[in-house]
């Protein structure tokens, strides 16, 4: 035949197999589908006055500070605790800090407690439980009994006044506070600080999606991001906190955001706790948003001007500033997209099936054509040398285009969740992706063309080596179709 005409036919197959991987991939996909929407909810400038700034003095008064260890009991053990005091006599306000997500370790907020102490507020930095867990045992109702547990041992203090006992909250913290407040009356008021209003994955989601989306990486890969976490069901970062917790609280709360938080929706979150406090009945609140700071209000380095001073004077004036004269202060932040909720991964989307895919590629590609050398070896057969050769290229393809998604999905999300990406980076990424999956396709072509016409004389052994391969070919290009390679859309 012609080469024109073999190369035809190479094209023709090849043409044929990415329109039918692409109309699989759509079949396989989770349903419904992942899909993106425009940040769309009001402001909170919709009937409530917002001021320019906020405070940026430090407090005046200054008072030393008396440091001692101690633990409280919990269900089923006890957390250590050190409690930062005014050295001074007197009944001070008291707050616990509440961590946010992973191992939580009491030193993380001795300074901040110091601070506090300092401003004349008792300040308790205690352990998270030991059994806790980001992806095994991630128990938001533990967590809360847990600062319960806290806030009853500040309230029995002989320096503390009991009615201003409250909690602070950071991040995953932010889901905990509200909790135990809704619970418990002896909780005096609520800070939250970068306050989680959504599940993890579900802000992870976002927090992807939307730098991605800052630095104009393809559509295409960005709903492969996405399409990615979902996977995440094995673990606990699907667990979202019970709805409409924030409407259960009637404490005075202090919501603190900065504008330029990546790791949850700054805009959205306070606009959800808003709605839910009024929702039920609350106007006993005060939103701070901080201009350049972080998800943990640092700014340049250091905490954000004004931030330590907002929250110690908050919390000093209480009862008076429950009902804040400015309920919102600080420039409100802009949010291109809602967080979205992320379709659970089908069975074979999910860690095991991506182990399982793995496994047999290494079996399939190496294993079986090894054992099988030796009878190869003894019995030729007429063609074989090519097809075995356009079997191992297609093998290879195969393997490279999936490995090379792999590290493209590692650089997505590793990049696209801490902001250090660039266009250039992802949209080569996904260029160098969607080239080796279609060369994989193409090589595929060459392998079922010449196997077809070789495949007569070909003995056992041949045949199970063939097969070996092949199947190694069809289930990395199913894999690459999941995920939405051979998809239309860039």
């Known amino acids: 035949m012609a080469r024109w005409k073999q190369a035809l036919v190479v094209a023709s197959v090849s043409a044929a197999g990415v329109a039918v991987l692409s109309l699989l991939g759509d079949l396989l996909a989770p349903k419904p589908s992942w899909q993106p929407r425009p940040y769309a909810l ?22 030393d500070v008396h440091r001692e260890e101690t633990t409280v009991d919990v269900v089923g053990g006890e957390l250590s605790a050190t409690v930062f005091s005014p050295d001074a006599p007197g009944r001070f306000p008291a707050v616990a800090f509440v961590h946010g997500a992973g191992a939580g370790h009491g030193e993380s907020h001795f300074w901040l407690g110091e601070q ?22 991630r128990d938001f109702d533990q967590l809360a009994e847990d600062a319960i547990a806290v806030v009853n041992m500040m309230r029995a203090r002989s320096d503390v006044d009991p ?25 005096g008021f609520v800070i939250t600080v970068g306050g989680a209003v959504n599940g993890p994955l579900r802000n992870t989601a976002w927090s992807v999606h939307e730098g991605l989306a800052a630095d104009d990486a393809p559509e295409g890969a960005r709903s492969l991001a996405v399409h990615v976490l979902g996977g995440g069901y094995l673990f606990t970062l699907h667990l979202d906190p019970p709805p409409g917790v924030w409407s259960r609280v ?33 106007t006993e609140y005060a939103v701070r948003f901080f201009a350049d700071a972080d998800h943990g209000l640092r700014q340049d380095g250091g905490p954000a001007p ?28 802009v949010q291109r997209y809602a967080s979205t909720v992320v379709p659970k991964a089908p ?49 290879r393809a195969a393997v490279g285009a999936f490995a090379t998604l792999w590290a493209y999905i590692g650089v997505l999300i590793g990049l696209g969740y801490t902001r250090n990406g660039a266009t250039v980076v992802y949209q080569l990424g996904w260029g160098l992706v969607r080239a080796a999956s279609l060369a994989a396709v193409v090589l595929a072509a060459v392998m079922l063309i010449r196997a077809v016409r070789g495949g007569s004389g070909l003995g056992r052994a041949h045949r199970v080596v063939l097969a070996s391969r092949s199947g190694v070919v069809v289930l990395l290009l199913l ?7 051979f998809a239309p859309q860039w």
């Open 479 to 485: 894999n690459l179709a999941y995920w939405g390679i």
């Open 42 to 63: 009001p402001p909170l400038t919709d009937s409530i006055a917002v001021a320019d700034a906020v405070e940026e003095t430090e407090p005046a008064r200054q008072y």
């Open 116 to 137: 506090f102490a300092r401003a004349g507020i008792v300040a308790v930095a205690y352990d998270k439980r030991d059994d806790y867990s980001y992806f095994w045992n």
């Open 306 to 333: 004004g931030y330590v001073h907002t929250m110690t004077d908050w919390i000093t004036r209480l009862p008076d500033t429950s009902a804040a004269a400015e309920t919102v202060a600080g420039a409100l932040p």
């Open 250 to 282: 009637h404490q005075p709360a202090l919501v603190i955001y900065g504008n330029d938080d990546y790791l949850v929706p700054p805009a959205e979150s306070s606009r959800v706790i808003v709605d839910d406090l009024r929702a039920g009945g609350n």
């Open 163 to 187: 009615e201003r006992a409250g909690l602070w909250g950071l991040s995953e913290g932010g889901r905990v506070v509200p909790l135990a407040a809704s619970r418990s009356d002896d909780v």
């Open 347 to 395: 069975w074979y989307g999910g860690v095991y099936a991506l182990a399982a895919t793995v496994v047999l590629t290494v079996v399939g590609a190496a294993a079986i054509p090894a054992v099988m050398r030796r009878r190869i070896r003894a019995a030729s057969a007429p063609g074989w040398s090519m097809t075995d050769r356009s079997a191992r290229w297609a093998t």
